[in-house]
């Protein structure tokens, strides 16, 4: 693969900015987590200062959902939109990727999932974190990334906040700490008060999937930060601390443990769909030199898993890719310390015998 260049690729961005007019009817899509969100809210308001016009449609979409994508195509069709936005989500790892539904004049993809195709054509700008940063790319965050490039074009540094909620999210604040340090100073507030938005975006994630999109005009049309804090969706909290913390407390009984390939399985049935990454990435952080990964058994059957490295000394979203080869209607991707997926419930014994190989192979 040929890699495009920094000073290139900002050209064409700037290019597309330059394109754009009130005439414009923009669509966003965006992964579902804080990091998605918030790039989403970058992107967008960076696009309304830039034509004076606020995007028509801005959706979720979580890989592997097929709901959410006919969703969004219809959606993208029904508003005419023109130009596309794709943020935080990898759509090169798979053929049948949501751009690929849409037609559009032009599309810009903010990315910094692993890159396994260059996209980059007269109609789409495919920006990946790869090829502006020596940084790893799972650090160099969406919400990090779209600030820093709609930054060049338009003032955009009362939205830091908001970049820093992704990095968070994204679990880099380790790659950001002066960043983050200087955007609570300036504006006189504290970490604690970063999580409370990561938090209540968690909430309304897995406890209310479908108000998402509220979420972002919540936080789009909001006069000041914390209004956020304060909205309706704050009720939402206490529902998903609770289960939350009922399975991570689960995982020291249930988990099954592979000490010499240093793995564990933790296979979970939960109130919610979209509380496994959060569940996982606590008990990661408490083990960052083990291979853990989550099953979670869903009622209509599939499984979706997470899994998770913190030290990547395994690679976990190559993990998972290999695991699923010859497993039919399944996909996985990721970042190497993040990564997840999701397979037909029947096929569940073959993919934890599968990594289990894999990784015997690499302990050898
Ligand atoms: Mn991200």
């Keep these: 693969m040929i890699m495009a260049s920094k000073a290139a690729l900002e050209k064409k961005f700037k290019e597309f900015c330059t394109e754009l007019s009130k005439n414009d009817k923009i669509a966003i899509i965006h992964h579902s987590d804080a990091d998605g969100l918030c790039s989403a ?14 995007p028509v449609v801005v959706l979720p979409y979580e890989y592997g959902n097929i709901k959410q994508e006919r969703k969004a195509v219809a959606q993208i069709k029904k508003k005419k939109a023109n130009k596309l936005l794709v943020v935080d989500l990898g759509i090169d790892s798979s053929l049948h990727s949501l751009a690929e539904k849409c037609s559009f004049e ?5 990315d910094h999932h692993k890159l396994y195709k ?49 990095i968070l999210g994204d679990m880099s604040l380790d790659a ?24 209540l975006i968690a909430s309304v994630e897995v406890v209310a999937n479908k108000k998402i999109p509220e979420l972002y005009w919540e936080f789009f049309d909001a006069k000041h930060p914390s209004d956020v804090l304060e909205s309706k969706f704050h009720k ?35 109130r919610y769909e979209n509380i496994k990454s959060y569940v996982i990435n606590e008990i990661s952080e408490m083990r960052p030199h083990k291979t853990i990964i989550l099953l979670q058994f869903l009622p209509k059957g599939r499984v979706r898993f997470s899994a998770r490295r913190q030290d990547c000394k395994v690679k976990v979203n190559d993990l998972l890719t290999e695991a699923i080869k010859g497993i039919p209607n399944s996909n996985a991707g990721g970042h190497a310390p993040a990564a997840a997926g999701s397979i037909p419930r029947q096929h569940a014994k073959k993919f934890k015998t599968n990594i289990i190989a894999i990784l015997e192979k690499e302990y050898k």
């Design 236 to 270: 939402l909290l206490n529902e998903f601390t609770k289960e939350k913390d009922r399975l991570v407390e689960g995982f020291a009984e249930k988990a099954k443990q592979f000490p010499e390939i240093e793995l564990y399985f933790y296979a979970i049935k939960a």
């Design 118 to 166: 260059d996209l980059n054509s007269k109609k789409i700008v495919f920006l990946k974190a790869q090829f502006f940063t020596k940084k790893k790319p799972s650090a160099y965050v969406a919400s990090k990334f779209a600030f820093d490039l709609f930054n060049k074009v338009t003032d955009i540094s009362d939205l830091d906040w908001l970049a820093c909620i992704g």
């Design 176 to 199: 950001w700490q002066p960043f983050v340090k200087k955007t609570i100073k300036k504006r006189n507030v504290s970490m604690t008060w970063l999580y409370r938005f990561l938090d």
């Design 41 to 54: 809210l970058i992107a967008g308001k960076a696009i309304e200062r830039l034509t004076g016009r606020k």
């Design 106 to 110: 032009k599309c810009l993809v903010i």
